[in-house]
């Protein structure tokens, strides 16, 4: 697997952006996991589309503006 995908160091944009997002979803009423906050934060800090299966962090990470393409 991992000779598949380019791991991406979480880095201090990642953390601040992990930050907004926790924000949106606690403003939504929504539960957000750790491991969801970071995929999110991380793809919006480098300006990627996020893949999911996951609907929830999909409906997270549409409500942080990020686009998300279903898996």
Known sequence: MRAA???LPVDE???LRSGDVLAVARAEGRLARA????????????????VTHDAAQAG????????????
Do not use: K, M, N, Q
């Open 5 to 7: 995908f380019l791991a």
């Open 60 to 71: 997270l990470a549409r409500a942080a503006g990020v686009e998300v393409v279903p898996a």
């Open 35 to 50: 491991t969801d906050l970071l995929i999110i934060a991380t793809a919006s800090a480098a300006g990627r589309d996020l």
């Open 13 to 15: 944009a990642i953390a």
